[in-house]
């Protein structure tokens, strides 16, 4: 089995990515969008995105990030996938999910689950301009208005030369209201050949196998749940029977009908199953409140480093909004602070009530001469939210 950290917009940045993949059990992470438009991108701005490009596509636990491109030009796409290969990704991903108005409005995001034409030529177009061997993925919903187009949008993706799929199990109507239909990802999975990784409403390990049941994908990619719960990923791979340290991903359940799709690293593309293998993680099986205190003064210490002084606060808040649904610790933190939006005012409490921060980074010794500094890894960046 392999688990995805997902693309998340305004909210699962470099930062939180560094500190989730520290946890450990994450094979693979997917970018928040960069949007293309009508221009090839400077660099800079794929360095501000995904500032993992300059240390190998990895972040400092080790885990590949994989940036991810929302538009609907399909030569615009190819000319900025092209620059952006040159950068040393661990692969590229489009996506074809996308719910804001504004970018559907323009043919982006989900908008092109409406045309499986466009979504074909899109595909194919990036794909001709990649090198040979670089991955392309893709990510959809179910559909725009309905999921009656679900097969076709995926079978297109798959013909344009995608050489992995994530669904999100949700049309773009549907929002982000529970329940995701899982059942729909396996018939999906049914109309491809690819590997599919199946997304959506997973927030427990009981999920994580429901999904699994339901959707017969043994890949899923974990989103919101992951920053409520940063342990979820060790736990639904412990509870999947997944051997983490010898990397041999076992396929309990195995994943029938599905080609490609089996816990096999053998039959998952070398983007997928060479992530398999040394999962990085703290060593422990699961952070409890003691395990991430010096985590969340970490990911604070990030902040100060690399965000706008007037958007410390509120990025703090938003992780504690989450994780309050698992963690009581995280309630009364978020409870004090609440109304703070002062940084000095944030720090003295976190410091107070979290301790002072660690001289290594948690988790440093994972990966023994992978680890390096995220202050020297991100470039500084003030527009975090709502970038
Ligand atoms: C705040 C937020 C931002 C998101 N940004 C992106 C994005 O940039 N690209 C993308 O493909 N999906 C994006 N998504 C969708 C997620 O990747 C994922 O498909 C969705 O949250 C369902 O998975 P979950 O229930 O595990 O969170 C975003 C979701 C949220 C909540």
Redesign the pocket.
């Known amino acids: 089995m392999a688990i995805l950290l997902?693309?998340?917009?305004?909210?699962?940045d470099f930062a939180l990515r560094d500190v989730l993949t520290r946890v450990g059990g994450i094979s693979l992470c997917?970018s928040?969008?960069i949007r293309v438009t009508d221009s090839v991108l400077p660099e800079r701005v794929f360095f501000r995105v995904v500032p993992e490009l300059a240390h190998g596509s990895r972040t400092p636990a080790g885990v590949p990030v994989r940036p991810?491109l929302?538009g609907s030009d399909a030569a615009c796409l190819a000319d900025n996938a092209a620059r952006l290969a040159t950068l040393g990704p661990a692969g590229i991903d489009l996506?074809f999910?996308?719910p804001a108005r504004i970018v559907n409005r323009h043919g982006g995001g989900a908008a092109l689950l409406k045309d499986p034409e466009q979504l074909h030529h899109i595909v194919a177009a990036v794909r001709r301009a990649l090198p040979t061997g670089l991955v392309l993925s893709a990510?959809m919903r179910l559909g725009f208005d309905d999921d009656s187009r679900a097969e076709d949008c995926a079978r297109a993706i798959a013909a344009g030369g995608a050489d992995e799929l994530v669904v999100?199990a949700r049309t773009k109507a549907q929002a982000?209201r529970p329940p995701?239909y899982w059942e729909r990802i396996a018939d999906v999975c049914a109309a491809v050949t690819i590997p599919v990784v199946a997304?959506?409403?997973?927030w427990t390990v009981d999920d994580a196998r429901r999904c699994v049941q339901a959707s017969g994908c043994t890949n899923l990619?974990?989103?919101?749940?992951m920053v409520a719960d940063p342990g979820l990923a060790l736990a639904v791979l412990a509870d999947q029977g997944a051997t983490l340290a010898a990397g041999a991903a076992d396929d309990p359940q195995g994943a029938p009908g599905v080609a490609g799709v089996a816990g096999d690293p053998a039959t998952m593309p070398a983007s997928v199953s060479a992530t398999t293998t040394g999962i990085p993680r703290m060593g422990i099986t699961r952070p409890g409140w003691p395990e991430l205190r010096p985590l969340l003064l970490y990911f604070w210490q990030l902040n100060l480093a690399h965000i706008d002084a007037r958007a410390r606060a509120g990025r703090m808040k938003q992780w504690l909004n989450f994780l309050r649904r698992v963690y009581p610790e995280a309630e009364q933190a978020f409870t004090a602070l609440r109304t703070v939006s002062d940084a000095r005012v944030m720090q003295a409490w976190l410091h107070e009530h979290l301790g002072t921060p660690p001289d290594t980074a948690p988790g440093q010794d994972v990966q023994p001469g992978r680890h390096m500094p995220m202050a020297d890894a991100a470039p500084s960046r003030t527009d975090v939210i709502g970038a």
């Open positions: 997902a693309p998340m917009e305004g909210l699962l997917v928040e969008f991810q929302l996506n999910g996308c990510k999100h982000y995701a997304n959506g409403e997973i990619m974990l989103g919101r749940g």
